[in-house]
């Protein structure tokens, strides 16, 4: 079977008096190939906490279950070198995307340092001549390529942790509020160009068999 999926997820999280507070109860979810699916609820219903169980960024409490499965086969936690694949195929756009960025990395090592170790490409200057064409796309200045997290807005921020999923062409894009935080300045003018990105990245999925989640919030 082809696509994403969870089985009974539970997760809690701990409350101020020391108990657990169950956030998912039982989720069932399949990701299907070339399928958008919007998560769409109030602040704190647990959007986020299905998207980081999704990536296996969480750490599981005493009472939470339930397994994550690609392709119907249960991914398991480990290092970095036996979750590689699993993280070639499934991307994250967090809403906190400079939380997210390497503090010592440039913007460009940002991108183009995944693509060598998720073993999309061993060459050192293929992975920065995509990096360079993916932060051309998103309009991402030249002069910021050199930058470190700490020198850039968080709009351009989000543009860099955009830019950094895409590059690696996944078949699953979990994305959390992506756009919300884009500069409207000169240094990132619109989000068009990233939209545009996208629409030629999931015409790319939609070949291979991939699919796109994005959590947002409904007032």
Known sequence: M???ETRGLRRSHPGAGGEWREVLRGVDLSLEPGVNVALIGR?????TTLLRALLLL????PADAGEILLDGR???RGGARALRAFRRAVQYV??????TLHPR???LAQVSTPL????VTRDREEAVSRARQMLESLEIRRENWESRPHEISGGQAQRVSIARALALSPRYLLLDEPVSGLD?????????PARRHRGRARRRRERRGGARRQGRHKW
């Open 2 to 4: 082809s696509g994403l």
């Open 43 to 47: 602040s704190g219903c647990g959007k």
């Open 58 to 61: 969480d750490s599981p409490g």
């Open 74 to 76: 249960p991914v398991r």
């Open 94 to 99: 967090p809403q906190d995307a400079a939380a």
């Open 105 to 107: 990395r440039s913007v």
């Open 116 to 119: 060598r170790t998720l073993g």
């Open 184 to 192: 409207p300045g000169p240094a990132s003018p619109d989000p068009r």
